[in-house]
């Protein structure tokens, strides 16, 4: 019974180290959104430290109360000792508790097996071979985190993936509602959302599936409103730790990272930048210099992934052209090259991406209401360099520059389209109510 229970003490942290102001459950419900990301992306970031310069003296559990320490060093002034506070935050952790308990199986798969083999490698403490090999074949953010679980109680960690949806699930909505209550009734609203909710079955089982798109998801959602939003207080480190962290969960999010850095580029000091790149960066390169192959590709694609980075670096420090960071050649860029990549390949891949949609991906209603956002909102509105517009464009382009890729994108639920559009989605929704509402 206690090693059921036990690796709940290691969700605790996140829920009760946040900021003192708040003033009403959507305030808190942000603020311990924001911590569960940043605490993860701290614990995240110093386990590959660890893996990349020590990689014999590595403990889950040790990394664990490092980032402790540490985040409760940083987060001193933040924390709140109100009895009133302590209440709901830990009525909220019960609420989490109570929910994943009777969710005690997650969707998974073969991509689930692989984590939790690397998981299970990495708590080795003399590594080998094999264990440098799987290094390479999956991102190693989610593993890292369920090591901790897997080293101190020999369990996988899917109570993690639990909260983080569950974090997700009243984050977003609390924000949908303050959003779409402008100007609809609060009935045909709930209606809506629980029409569209039960007609997606994708959403729903990827809602309960052990995977790195639930910590993403979320992770982009807090990006996107600090950077669209956040003008006061742009220099807040822990974003950049944030978006640091999510390259460590799917390797093509610094792709997404490097168009947030663009796109909002009036909006972001440049010289955080280095936080979000250079240890995503070693990290690429420790791969590559180790000969470890990317799953079954060749180990040159984590040079060309850390050559990319640098050159963005380099690119955005000193590079000052306004042109490259205008909105309209980012758009007319990423057109340039699917016209390209259509002549050579066809529509094949733009083919996937509406037939999952409309259906073979398992979205409903979901899935013809983001057409309608990804389509429908750039014509009314007038403007093709909308931030869903740049995303999708990104996004199509990545079947194209990975081997592996090909593989992912295809018709049907199994299909990783799925769970990186997952990841997508929130910003996405976001984009097009900013855009209905005529928000700037």
Do not use: C
Not at 7 to 13: D, E, G, I, M, R
Not at 247 to 252: A, D, G, K, V, Y
Not at 390 to 419: A, E, H, K, M
């Amino acid at each position: 019974m206690f090693e059921l229970i036990a690796p709940y003490l290691f969700l605790l942290p996140p829920f009760f180290i946040i900021r003192k102001k708040h003033n009403n459950f959507h305030d808190l419900i942000k603020e311990i959104s924001k911590s569960w990301l940043f605490f993860w992306s701290y614990y995240v970031l110093l386990g590959v430290s660890i893996l990349i310069f020590i990689p014999k003296n590595f403990n889950p559990v040790f990394v664990f109360t490092l980032t402790l320490i540490l985040y409760s060093y940083l987060k001193k002034d933040f924390i709140q000792t109100s009895y009133k506070l302590f209440l709901n935050q830990f009525l909220i952790f019960m609420l989490f508790f109570i929910i994943s308990l009777t969710n005690e199986k997650l969707q998974i798969s073969g991509d689930t097996i692989w984590s939790f083999v690397l998981s299970l490698d990495i708590t080795v403490t003399n590594p080998n071979n094999i264990k440098f090999t799987l290094l390479g074949h999956r991102p190693i953010a989610l593993p890292l985190i369920s090591s901790l679980s897997v080293s101190a109680f020999k369990q996988i960690f899917f109570q993690f993936n639990i909260f983080t949806f569950l974090l997700l699930f009243f984050r977003f909505g609390s924000l949908l509602f303050n959003m779409i209550n402008k100007n609809i009734n609060n009935k045909l609203i709930s209606f809506i959302a629980i029409a569209t909710f039960i007609t997606s079955p994708v959403l729903l089982s990827l809602s309960f599936y052990w995977g790195n798109h639930l910590f993403i998801a979320l992770g982009f959602l807090e990006l996107i409103l600090f950077f669209d939003n956040n003008l006061k207080h742009q220099n807040n480190i822990d974003f950049f730790i944030l978006s640091s962290s999510l390259i460590f969960f799917r390797r093509e999010v610094f792709l997404f990272i490097i168009i947030f850095f663009v796109y909002f580029v009036k909006k972001i000091n440049k010289n955080y930048s280095l936080i979000t790149f250079l240890l995503p960066i070693f990290w690429f390169l420790n791969l590559y210099f180790l000969e470890i192959p990317l799953q079954k590709s060749e180990t040159l694609q984590f040079l060309l992934i850390s050559l990319i980075m640098i050159l963005f670096l380099i690119f955005y420090n000193f590079v000052n052209i306004r042109i490259f960071y205008s909105k309209l050649f980012i758009f007319l860029v990423l057109t340039a090259a699917h016209l390209v990549l259509t002549y050579l390949y066809g529509f094949t891949f733009w083919e996937i991406f509406y037939k999952n949609l409309l259906g073979l991906g398992g979205w409903g209603i979901i899935g013809t209401l983001m057409l309608f956002a990804i389509i429908g909102i750039p014509l009314i509105k007038r403007n093709i360099t909308s931030l869903t517009t740049i995303i999708i464009l990104t996004f199509q382009v990545l079947p194209y520059v990975n081997d592996q890729s090909g593989d992912g994108w295809r018709f049907g639920f199994t299909s990783s389209f799925n769970r990186i559009l997952y990841y997508l989605l929130p910003i996405i929704i976001y984009e097009f109510l900013k855009e209905i509402n005529n928000e700037d």
